[in-house]
């Protein structure tokens, strides 16, 4: 196996393992023998029906502390983690992916890039510098003349999402500590925390070319709801009719991963009324058990 695949999931979150086993039997179903699968985790007990196909690294909380740095900055955990994999498998290419994901076509193309030192991301999403938003401009005025060795944030840097890291097998633990040291120095800036985990992988996988991922993996961080649905039902047959992984993978065959979007948001002024119909015309009548 070149690649080994990365989740990394921590704390009392059920929905977080769900995910993750979706995710896995998404992967499976492809059935790529050069891919391995490795769960990095806090609660191995909650890996439970995949536990015989995955290896699971079992991490203390104590190491996840330590992981969020002197910053307690939470995101840096997962960098940690990823960094903690290119170790574990320095041999191998590490591709990470977020709970959150689902790999809804063949990944073969995006193993044999990683095999030819190609990087990738999940997505691009923006040039910060040419951004109108507001949120944007603010992160832009604040990070202006930041750099960190050769890594510089300039009118040039671009924002790519993170629910993918892509690193090949011989460069990818100094990439990874490069990200997180690009991060650190992020981080003692005035600018909001929130994405410069994102934004530290960016700013050092894009220093050269830069492949992404999204017309292979779907990550519907913007559609959570309806893709939970989905998966709860999945699990729920499972176990009620007692499924083989052949079966499972069978039944992932028959979904159809283009109908749901990956991104779903109502716009503000349809919220707005909604709620308000919610509160003053249509209360729900409810009843409990006398």
Known sequence: MSTQVVYLAFGPRKDLYRQIYFSVRSLQFWRNSNVGVTIITDNPAAIRGIEETVEVEHISIE??????????????????????????YPEKNVLYVDSDTV????????????????????????NIASSKNSYWKTLYNDLSGFNHESYVFNAKTSMFNAGVIGLPKGRAQQLAKAAVDVCDGLCRTSADRTLLEQL????????????????????????????????????????????TLQEELSAIEDIDFEKIPSFYRERRMVRKLSNWLNRSICKPKVQYLD
């Open 200 to 243: 530290a992988f960016s700013m050092v996988l894009s220093q050269t070319e830069l492949k992404t991922a999204e017309q292979t993996i779907i990550h519907y961080w913007g559609n959570k709801p309806q893709w939970d649905a989905l998966i709860n039902e999945f699990g729920a047959t499972s176990l009620l009719e007692n499924r």
């Open 103 to 126: 790999f809804a076509k063949d990944i073969s193309w995006m193993l044999d890039e990683l095999d030819r030192g190609e990087k990738f991301m999940h997505v691009f999403e923006r």
């Open 63 to 88: 190491r996840i502390e330590e992981w969020k740095g002197e910053l307690n900055f939470l995101w840096r955990a997962k960098m940690k983690a990823i960094e903690h994999a290119t170790s574990m």
